[in-house]
């Protein structure tokens, strides 16, 4: 630097005068046009004053002046690098290097580089230079760590963050990336743990404070979510998105309305969030506000039109309105839908649109798909355990006032335990009832995992060495199968809550009777058929019926005349079912039909389809919902249950012949659409069971209209309720137990 304008155009430089500095080397460049430093420095200064072009021309000629100048090769590859030329700036930094082999700086930027083309194995190389050079710079091991991540190497990637977060703790895009990491090798838990140092570090950290309620939630820590995201949307209010994962933490920790509330401001902040009119839905639905759900259902998919389940839910909603209006327009789109492989509709909701075991299979292996986590440990590794008993694990959200819990009851106390270690594992809703309490004290241990991962379940079921693990809620409301993907058991089995196939690898059994499964239709399950003899539905031999009967008047029927009876959900009504049922009406005179009053727009539309049919409104009577033992009181006043199809009577068949009411059926063709043709013929009925709606339409006529006849039945009936093996609990349990041990014995 001989000449003295130089020096004074560096303190320029230093001083911020970078105008004064580059007309100083401009004189300089004007005298002496080759001159490299001018050039070089100049070259610098266009670029700090965002110049790009004229910065990669100025450093350009200053190489050609002086071409084993290093700084200027990796100056100039640094500005081909931001104007986007990877590949001449890979050329740059490989001139930079090969004059300066240990250039640290032109090492990292050339891995950035390579990374930018996808070439990420000679940008780790190039990261590895660096380390062996300089293992003390925490962002290299970051960038080592990120493309590790790149070509899918996690478990490296995990070592290379630690060692950045090592040298500097505090390092926030260290953590965040660690746990990237830790997501992509299925370790939830430990990603949390990163969110939760770095809000160790900063309290306030809003993107940690945004992606630990996101883990929250996945993890089921359902209350700890709802309170992450309200510190996060303190801080950031304007996130739509924020705002409907919270919602769903509230909902999922029953405060619906809260829920709701937080639906609506995502909403009123981006009306185009498609999730959060799906979940908006989502809420009012398990409100049994079906038309409302509807509206947001139609919403969403108006802005989405292929959302996963929208159509299927929103054809729920309708279904459970009674709304008809556009039902084969449902059908046919949820059956293209699913025949292209596509997650339009959720199993459960399935069984009532579609009669075709073949699509039903395929539904619940497209929804398992859906759920299923990459890399999925593998928890139970082929030990074969030696208990003195049998350790039979019962996974359920039903130990509650439920359908399944007034079914299964009864077999839990039959257990021998002798022979059977058996455990609850609770993760519905919270429930102080007195079946609850039945239950509870039926089993050998008692736990309530509602608030643990479904990882964190499956280790307990692993550690408590379960040998068959038995889902009792599929598909159905507050189903977690996901729990039994991670394979913590021997054996595992789908049972009675889901009326069909899980789809999935690794449920082992599904239990069943030939009737609902017949040996031909062995083929649209994915899981073994285990028969049992009689058929696959437990009964509760204890079911308590209310001491008083109440009165027809007071039940708010006729004094005579035939009572026909449909008290399953308004769902399973369908237009074919209806049109059979206002026949029976018209044909046995003085006729009512009983329904439940599920809820006031399907009472509403069943009212006005009853009248374009002919049928006097006056003549559908609507039950109010009362507890259970009440319920089963006020059944005996019918004189005929008149089951649905597809989807048939399941409990509320078996409600029908505990009260002393013959069922009239119409077998169909799936799972859902024969168990009360399993139940009529345990309860030895089986000339109640019809094979077309024809038939079912005649039976039910002419037992309408013969009183004898209909007496007989019941006097049938009331001898089966002791002697016939549907209600016979512990024969029941002696014939589950045998499959148990089958199963087992096939496992040792």
Same mark, same amino acid.
């Given at each position: 630097?001989?000449?003295?304008?130089?020096?004074?155009?560096?303190?320029?430089?230093?001083?911020?005068?970078?105008?004064?500095?580059?007309?100083?080397?401009?004189?300089?460049?004007?005298?002496?046009?080759?001159?490299?430093?001018?050039?070089?420095?100049?070259?610098?200064?266009?670029?700090?004053?965002?110049?790009?072009?004229?910065?990669?021309?100025?450093?350009?000629?200053?190489?050609?002046?002086?071409?084993?100048?290093?700084?200027?090769?990796?100056?100039?590859?640094?500005?081909?690098?931001?104007?986007?030329?990877?590949?001449?700036?890979?050329?740059?930094?490989?001139?930079?290097?090969?004059?300066?082999?240990?250039?640290?700086?032109?090492?990292?930027?050339?891995?950035?580089?390579?990374?930018?083309?996808?070439?990420?194995?000679?940008?780790?190389?190039?990261?590895?230079?660096?380390?062996?050079?300089?293992?003390?710079?925490?962002?290299?091991?970051?960038?080592?760590?990120?493309?590790?991540?790149?070509?899918?190497?996690?478990?490296?990637?995990?070592?290379?963050?630690?060692?950045?977060?090592?040298?500097?703790?505090?390092?926030?895009?260290?953590?965040?990336?660690?746990?990237?990491?830790?997501?992509?090798?299925?370790?939830?838990?430990?990603?949390?743990?990163?969110?939760?140092?770095?809000?160790?570090?900063?309290?306030?950290?809003?993107?940690?404070?945004?992606?630990?309620?996101?883990?929250?939630?996945?993890?089921?820590?359902?209350?700890?979510?709802?309170?992450?995201?309200?510190?996060?949307?303190?801080?950031?209010?304007?996130?739509?998105?924020?705002?409907?994962?919270?919602?769903?933490? @509230? /909902?999922? *920790? +029953?405060?619906? =309305?809260?829920? %709701?509330?937080?639906?609506?401001? #995502? &909403? $009123?902040?981006?009306?185009?969030?498609?999730?959060?009119?799906?979940?908006?839905?989502?809420?009012?639905?398990?409100?049994?506000?079906?038309?409302?759900?509807?509206?947001?259902?139609?919403?969403?998919?108006?802005?989405?039109?292929?959302?996963?389940?929208?159509?299927?839910?929103?054809?729920?909603?309708?279904?459970?309105?009674?709304?008809?209006?556009?039902?084969?327009?449902?059908?046919?789109?949820?059956?293209?839908?699913?025949?292209?492989?596509?997650?339009?509709?959720?199993?459960?909701?399935? @069984? /009532?649109? *579609? +009669?075709?075991? =073949?699509?039903? %299979?395929?539904?619940?292996?497209? #929804? &398992? $798909?859906?759920?299923?986590?990459?890399?999925?440990?593998?928890?139970?590794?082929?030990?074969?355990?030696?208990?003195?008993?049998?350790?039979?694990?019962?996974?359920?959200?039903?130990?509650?006032?439920?359908?399944?819990?007034?079914?299964?009851?009864?077999?839990?106390?039959?257990?021998?335990?002798?022979?059977?270690?058996?455990?609850?594992?609770?993760?519905?809703?919270?429930?102080?009832?007195?079946?609850?309490?039945?239950?509870?004290?039926?089993?050998?241990?008692?736990?309530?995992?509602?608030?643990?991962?479904?990882?964190?379940?499956?280790?307990?079921?692993?550690?408590?060495?379960?040998?068959?693990?038995?889902?009792?809620?599929?598909?159905?409301?507050?189903?977690?199968?996901?729990?039994?993907?991670?394979?913590?058991?021997?054996?595992?089995?789908?049972?009675?809550?889901?009326?069909?196939?899980?789809?999935?690898?690794?449920?082992?059994?599904?239990?069943?009777?030939?009737?609902?499964?017949?040996?031909?239709?062995?083929?649209?399950?994915?899981?073994?058929?285990?028969?049992?003899?009689?058929?696959?539905?437990?009964?509760?031999?204890?079911?308590?019926?209310?001491?008083?009967?109440?009165?027809?008047?007071?039940?708010?029927?006729?004094?005579?005349?035939?009572?026909?009876?449909?008290?399953?959900?308004?769902?399973?009504?369908?237009?074919?079912?209806?049109?059979?049922?206002?026949?029976?009406?018209?044909?046995?005179?003085?006729?009512?039909?009983?329904?439940?009053?599920?809820?006031?727009?399907?009472?509403?539309?069943?009212?006005?389809?009853?009248?374009?049919?002919?049928?006097?409104?006056?003549?559908?009577?609507?039950?109010?919902?009362?507890?259970?033992?009440?319920?089963?009181?006020?059944?005996?006043?019918?004189?005929?249950?008149?089951?649905?199809?597809?989807?048939?009577?399941?409990?509320?068949?078996?409600?029908?012949?505990?009260?002393?009411?013959?069922?009239?059926?119409?077998?169909?063709?799936?799972?859902?659409?024969?168990?009360?043709?399993?139940?009529?013929?345990?309860?030895?009925?089986?000339?109640?069971?019809?094979?077309?709606?024809?038939?079912?339409?005649?039976?039910?006529?002419?037992?309408?209209?013969?009183?004898?006849?209909?007496?007989?039945?019941?006097?049938?009936?009331?001898?089966?309720?002791?002697?016939?093996?549907?209600?016979?609990?512990?024969?029941?349990?002696?014939?589950?137990?045998?499959?148990?041990?089958?199963?087992?014995?096939?496992?040792?």
């Amino acid at each position: 630097m001989s000449d003295p304008r130089l020096q004074t155009a560096m303190q320029m430089r230093r001083a911020g005068r970078l105008a004064d500095a580059a007309r100083i080397y401009a004189e300089i460049l004007a005298s002496e046009p080759g001159h490299f430093e001018a050039l070089h420095a100049l070259g610098i200064i266009s670029y700090q004053t965002g110049q790009i072009e004229d910065a990669e021309r100025l450093i350009g000629m200053a190489i050609e002046v002086n071409p084993s100048a290093a700084d200027a090769h990796y100056n100039r590859a640094c500005l081909l690098q931001r104007m986007n030329r990877p590949a001449a700036a890979l050329s740059s930094f490989d001139h930079a290097l090969s004059l300066k082999p240990d250039y640290l700086e032109a090492l990292v930027n050339k891995a950035s580089v390579l990374a930018a083309l996808q070439r990420h194995e000679d940008a780790l190389s190039s990261l590895d230079k660096v380390v062996a050079l300089n293992p003390s710079i925490p962002e290299v091991w970051n960038n080592r760590a990120s493309t590790l991540m790149a070509l899918r190497r996690p478990e490296q990637a995990l070592e290379s963050y630690d060692r950045a977060i090592a040298l500097k703790p505090s390092y926030a895009d260290a953590w965040k990336s660690r746990a990237s990491a830790l997501m992509m090798l299925g370790r939830p838990q430990q990603a949390l743990e990163c969110f939760e140092k770095l809000l160790a570090f900063d309290a306030n950290n809003a993107e940690a404070l945004r992606n630990s309620a996101d883990l929250l939630l996945l993890l089921k820590r359902n209350l700890d979510a709802a309170e992450r995201y309200a510190r996060y949307v303190a801080r950031k209010p304007d996130d739509s998105d924020a705002w409907a994962n919270s919602g769903v933490a @509230l /909902v999922e *920790s +029953e405060r619906y =309305a809260e829920g %709701l509330g937080a639906f609506d401001k #995502a &909403i $009123a902040l981006n009306p185009s969030n498609a999730e959060a009119w799906n979940h908006r839905g989502n809420v009012l639905f398990q409100l049994k506000r079906y038309d409302e759900a509807a509206t947001s259902y139609e919403r969403a998919l108006g802005l989405v039109p292929g959302l996963p389940y929208g159509a299927g839910y929103l054809a729920q909603s309708r279904l459970r309105c009674c709304d008809w209006s556009r039902i084969e327009e449902d059908r046919a789109r949820i059956a293209s839908g699913l025949r292209s492989g596509l997650p339009v509709i959720d199993p459960f909701g399935n @069984l /009532v649109v *579609s +009669e075709s075991p =073949a699509d039903q %299979l395929r539904c619940a292996r497209i #929804a &398992i $798909a859906d759920t299923a986590q990459p890399d999925t440990p593998r928890l139970w590794q082929g030990k074969r355990y030696s208990h003195d008993k049998i350790r039979v694990a019962y996974l359920s959200a039903d130990f509650r006032p439920h359908p399944v819990a007034f079914l299964i009851a009864g077999v839990f106390e039959h257990h021998d335990k002798s022979r059977f270690e058996t455990i609850a594992l609770s993760f519905g809703p919270e429930s102080d009832s007195d079946i609850r309490k039945r239950m509870a004290s039926a089993f050998d241990h008692f736990i309530d995992v509602r608030n643990q991962s479904d990882f964190d379940v499956a280790q307990r079921i692993r550690r408590m060495e379960i040998d068959i693990a038995v889902d009792l809620t599929g598909f159905c409301e507050h189903g977690r199968t996901e729990i039994l993907a991670f394979r913590p058991a021997p054996i595992q089995v789908n049972y009675l809550g889901f009326p069909g196939t899980s789809g999935a690898d690794f449920i082992d059994y599904i239990i069943a009777d030939e009737t609902i499964i017949p040996p031909a239709q062995a083929q649209f399950f994915s899981e073994k058929v285990v028969y049992l003899p009689d058929t696959y539905q437990a009964n509760d031999r204890k079911r308590k019926i209310a001491p008083r009967t109440p009165t027809r008047r007071e039940a708010g029927l006729p004094d005579e005349g035939t009572v026909f009876c449909a008290f399953n959900n308004a769902y399973k009504i369908t237009p074919p079912i209806f049109d059979l049922w206002m026949g029976l009406l018209r044909g046995v005179e003085g006729s009512v039909l009983w329904l439940l009053g599920d809820n006031p727009t399907a009472i509403r539309n069943l009212t006005k389809e009853a009248e374009a049919r002919g049928i006097s409104p006056g003549r559908l009577i609507f039950a109010p919902r009362v507890a259970p033992e009440e319920h089963l009181a006020r059944f005996g006043l019918a004189d005929l249950f008149l089951d649905t199809l597809p989807y048939n009577a399941h409990t509320t068949a078996s409600d029908a012949l505990w009260t002393g009411v013959p069922v009239v059926t119409c077998m169909g063709e799936a799972f859902a659409g024969r168990v009360a043709a399993s139940l009529l013929k345990a309860a030895g009925l089986p000339e109640l069971v019809t094979g077309t709606l024809e038939e079912y339409r005649a039976l039910a006529l002419r037992l309408g209209c013969d009183r004898s006849a209909l007496k007989a039945l019941k006097d049938k009936l009331a001898l089966a309720r002791t002697a016939a093996p549907l209600f016979d609990t512990a024969r029941f349990t002696r014939h589950l137990e045998a499959a148990y041990a089958q199963m087992w014995r096939r496992q040792q």
